[in-house]
């Protein structure tokens, strides 16, 4: 009985939620959009990165962090920081008092590049640069807060300040960052265009197989004693540690995982959309993409990646024709999920679908012998 | 103090607590305690409510932190672990309400007990091997709920929680176990059981217990503190300690 | 720094400036207080806090309209009309949304968090349908507008020094409600021992949607007093919700002195350092350097150790 075969990791239910989720990604929408609709799908599902970490560290762990948009924010900032030197060759910059520099840096009379952005000439660095950022600073955060037991509403409380730290310097200090507006105009990767429809599809495909790295491990996570243990931290937490475990390791590994998930969802933003702005860090999208997760159901990793999706499907269709509605659709979306569906679209799913959907496989001749529960029990249930 | 640290410092004893304070606020709820535990010794505390009991276990265990004073297992100073820190030492520690976690299965509640994997990459890692399931099976036999192993915790009657909390205990394998309670709220029938199945279990290990039932300390104890106002107001064996008048006036008397 | 300035202008410069800090000092504590009893009491998390705030600025800006149109005699003192009309209508909503929303989720505050989030956005984008995108500002009334000229250098705004007073008098009410009252005391019973509260014959479900309206209530008048240095407009309330909720945790959530001191300090903390550094800069390392004390004293600055 190893622990590591695919019928121990994941129910024929996570099988079918698996091809089915990837026939959609890899088949169906490619097929059935346009160009530039895809590109934004591929933006949508930069938020799903976000909303599969706040699945390991809201839902299964118990921390609900208000600040994710930080480690969105990083991601995205440190490619864009890359591919902002990249664009902004001395050849291409001639025209400026100080050419070979970003142009809003010249616009605030800098003359030098500052050294913070020396290091990201280098695409390796940046590569580095754009999962490690986010992961130290959440290990320094989860480090301080959670050795101290700083837990619940403070941790969110604290962690909104954060985020409201980083817009606020970001926009305050625009001759390094880009300001208000962010960092905008990149146009090539190692000299390659991001701007063709051949990249737009490459960087979805992209996108899409770097999801399902994050939804496998995030699987692996839940299906692992790890995630047993972050299931009873989060109601008997004083409990945990009487059986002998650091609860405190505990959390920051799941946030610091959460963190690295963001991350990258920030840079496969910037790759698509061709900016970074902080206006994807502050603390009103970092509260979005915590009810993405809620609709699609906390507890569901495959039910995050709906949410993320759909949530932002409406959002744009709504946008499009009656955008005053917009905020008050939001609204009611946070109040409806919370009051009535607390497990989301997910828990519906398990409720209403999933009993017929399994007799249905009884009978499929692939799945019949597939185990219907894998040893590990999957809570369903909202704390 | 240097006859107490003289003491402390006697590796006969698995536990010696000494001068052990601890204020709340100027309350102090436990006030300059001393008590030795021998080897396989069951120690019985027993006192009115609020006297103190609970706290003194929450101070070895390391959940509330000293004011002053020292806690010796295995001459290991504990006042100074952390919880984790202290279990993995070796003590093991039930709650006076049933502590599970409602969400797993009993075999989920005993793995995770299991004392293996107990940092974050060794549980991620973790495997469930043969040996696993055994010991698993083994307690959940011994505290006689095999039948309800795939059983999610939550679906256990109140009985049947507090034998799991205390398979939970027995998996940890700890030298000593300390009990808080263990069968309040239960019907006469799982009493016995549990008296059964503690004098099984205590077998080879040391053990306080914290009691209000005269008859199942009388049953159990080689030794029995007596609390009261956060001090020890005798000791002694059960027969000693029923007939001491000041136990009987603050505590036994009504 | 200091050698272009003389003595003279350099005591006044600080002067204005410790003026300038005592005035956010007032409305740090009026944004402070009505969540010091939401979540200092009742331990709800109300991210509309903010627009309950608004929603007293906009009360007041119909308040002061209405004067303006029917009764411009009587103009000097509508604000003290709205001011009372403002609490009302911000507790009545509260006592609505706790009925509706709050009391279901009392066992789950992380929810709550997100609910009333949900809850600031409807709010939010109603005062945007009813009162339009663009900020509005009220007619203050002549008596407030002047200032006293101390010195020849240093004057001092007179609706800085008004919104001060209530400040003073919301703090004292608040108190006196909240610890020397018997209202009070029921409501403290209530946050240490729900069951045993209502054993004793104490109305909790009534004292936990009375003490919500209290506390929007009090951000109402908190939002009326704004009016009166200040403009409003249908996003501000988000504005304020970490400053005030940093306020509150920082003070130590159960404790109204607490919340006076940590409004304080904060605020003056952030007005020195804004006229060395300027404002975004000076914000940054206010907030910093109160989330790493709350790192390091994650209690707050003044509370009790009390029992899990
Ligand atoms: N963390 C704490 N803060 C304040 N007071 C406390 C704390 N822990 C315990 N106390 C107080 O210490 C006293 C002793 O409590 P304890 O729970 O140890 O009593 P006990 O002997 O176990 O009683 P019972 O038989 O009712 O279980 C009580 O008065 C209690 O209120
Ligand atoms: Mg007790």
């Known amino acids: 009985m190893s622990n590591f075969s695919l019928s121990n990791l994941m129910t024929r239910q996570d099988v079918l939620g698996f091809v089915v989720l990837a026939l959609i990604l890899l088949v169906v929408l490619p097929l059935s959009l346009d160009v530039m609709r895809l590109n934004q799908v591929g933006k949508y599902l930069s938020f799903a990165f976000v909303t599969v970490g706040l699945v390991l560290c809201w839902g299964y762990g118990g921390i609900l962090s208000l600040g994710q948009g930080v480690f969105y924010g990083l991601g995205g900032y440190a490619l864009a920081m890359f591919l902002k030197l ?157 059986s002998g475990y650091d609860v405190a390791n505990f959390k920051i590994f799941v946030f610091c995982v959460g963190a690295a998930f963001a991350a990258v969802g920030g840079a496969m933003f910037t790759l698509q959309e ?97 185990p219907s529960s894998t040893s590990h029990s999957e809570p369903i249930k909202a704390s | 103090m240097s006859a107490a640290t003289a003491r402390a410092t006697n590796t006969d004893f698995v536990l010696a607590v000494e001068g052990l304070t601890v204020s709340f606020e100027g309350f102090k709820a436990v006030d300059d305690l001393s008590f030795y535990v021998d080897e396989k010794e069951i120690r019985v505390i027993i006192g009115p409510n609020g006297a103190g009991k609970t706290t003194v276990l929450d101070l070895i265990c390391g959940r509330t932190k000293a004011t002053e004073g020292s806690v010796k297992f295995r001459n290991k100073e504990l006042t100074t672990l952390n919880e984790h820190e202290i279990v993995r030492a070796g003590v ?111 077998a080879d290990r040391s053990v306080i217990v914290i009691e209000h039932d005269m008859q199942f300390v009388a049953e159990i104890a080689d030794h029995v503190t007596v609390m009261h106002q956060g001090k020890i107001l005798a000791e002694g064996t059960a027969e000693k300690v029923k007939q001491d008048p000041k136990v009987i006036e603050v505590y036994l008397g009504h | 720094m200091f050698s272009d300035y003389s003595a003279t202008e350099l005591g006044s410069i600080f002067a204005m400036q410790g003026f300038a800090g005592l005035i956010l000092f007032a409305v740090f504590l009026l944004m402070a207080l009505g969540l010091a009893i939401i979540f ?45 009309l403002a609490f009302l209508a911000a507790a009545a909503l509260g006592a609505l949304v706790e009925w509706t929303v709050i009391r279901r989720l009392y066992h789950r505050p992380l929810d709550t968090l997100l609910a009333t989030w949900g809850l600031s956005l409807l709010m939010q984008q109603s005062y945007r349908s009813i009162f339009g995108a663009r900020e509005v500002g009220v007619e203050v009334p002549d008596w407030m507008a002047g200032s006293f000229q101390v010195t020849d250098f240093v004057e001092l705004p007179v609706n800085g020094l008004f919104v001060m007073c209530i400040a003073v008098a919301v703090t004292l009410a608040v108190y006196l409600l909240m610890f020397r009252s018997s209202w009070g005391s029921r409501v403290r019973a209530v946050v240490q021992n ?75 903390a952030q007005s020195t350092m804004e006229f060395f550094l300027g404002g975004s800069m000076a914000k940054v390392l206010t907030l910093l350097t109160v989330v790493i004390i709350l790192m390091f004293r994650p209690q707050g600055l003044f509370t009790l150790k009390v029992r899990k």
């Open chain 1, 86 to 242: 990249e664009a902004s060759s001395p050849e291409n910059t001639s025209i400026q008092s100080t050419p070979g520099i970003p142009d809003f840096m010249d616009w605030n009379q800098i003359t030098e590049l500052p050294w913070l952005w020396e290091p990201f000439h280098s695409f390796g660095f940046s590569l580095l640069a754009i999962l490690l950022v986010p992961t130290v600073l959440a290990y320094l955060i989860g480090f301080a807060m959670f050795k101290r037991r700083v837990s619940g509403v403070y941790f969110a409380i604290i962690t909104q300040a954060i985020s409201s730290i980083l817009t606020i310097l970001i926009i305050g200090q625009q001759g390094y960052t880009g300001g208000v507006n962010g960092i905008t105009d990149l146009q090539t990767l190692m000299g390659w265009s991001i701007r063709t429809d051949y990249a737009s599809y490459v960087f979805y495909f992209v996108g899409v197989a770097l999801l399902f790295v994050c939804l496998f491990i995030a699987q692996f996570i839940t299906k692992s004693k790890l995630g047993r243990i972050l299931v009873a931290m989060r109601g008997q937490e004083d409990r945990v540690r009487f």
């Open chain 1, 274 to 370: 061709k900016f970074m702005s902080p206006s994807f860090v502050g603390i009103v999208p970092s509260i979005e993409m915590v009810i993405f997760c809620a609709v699609g159901g906390r507890l569901s990793i495959l039910g995050a990646v709906y949410g993320a999706l759909l949530v932002n499907v409406f959002r744009t269709v709504l946008g499009e024709s009656f955008p005053e509605l917009w905020l008050f659709a939001m609204g009611l979306l946070f109040v409806g999920v919370v009051l009535a569906f607390p497990d989301g679209l997910a828990g519906v799913y398990q409720k209403y679908a999933a009993p017929t959907v399994d007799r249905f496989l009884d009978k499929a001749p692939l799945f019949r012998r597939w």
């Open chain 2, 92 to 202: 093991g520690r039930k709650f006076q309400t049933p502590s599970i976690y409602e969400d797993l299965t009993v075999f989920e509640n005993l793995e995770l007990c299991y004392p293996r994997g107990r940092n974050v990459f060794g549980a991620l890692f973790f495997k469930r091997d043969q040996k696993v399931i055994n010991k698993v099976r083994e307690t959940a036999e011994m505290v006689n709920l095999l039948d309800q192993i795939e059983d999610s915790a939550d679906l256990l009657s109140h009985g049947k929680k507090q034998w799991l909390e205390i398979g939970m205990l027995l998996i940890q394998d700890p030298a000593l176990l300390m009990l808080d309670e263990p069968v309040a709220g239960m019907s006469v029938t799982e009493r016995q059981q549990t008296a059964e199945l503690l004098r099984r279990i205590t």
């Open chain 3, 40 to 84: 200092g009491q009742m331990g709800v998390i109300n991210m509309a806090h903010g627009e309950f705030m608004i929603l007293g600025a906009y009360i007041t800006y119909l308040t002061s309209n209405v004067f303006a149109d029917y009764f411009p005699a009587l103009f000097g003192g509508y604000f003290f009309v709205a001011m009372v």
């Open chain 3, 194 to 268: 729900r069951p045993m509260a209502g054993a004793v014959g104490i109305n909790t479900a009534k004292m936990d949607r009375m003490t919500f309206a209290l506390g929007c209530g009090i951000a109402g008048i908190a939002g009326s007093a704004f009016t009166m240095i200040g403009s409003t407009g249908p996003s501000a309330g988000q504005d304020y919700i970490v400053d005030t909720f940093l306020v509150v945790v920082f003070g130590g959530a159960a404790s109204i002195l607490g919340t006076v001191a940590s409004a304080f300090s904060i605020s003056q």
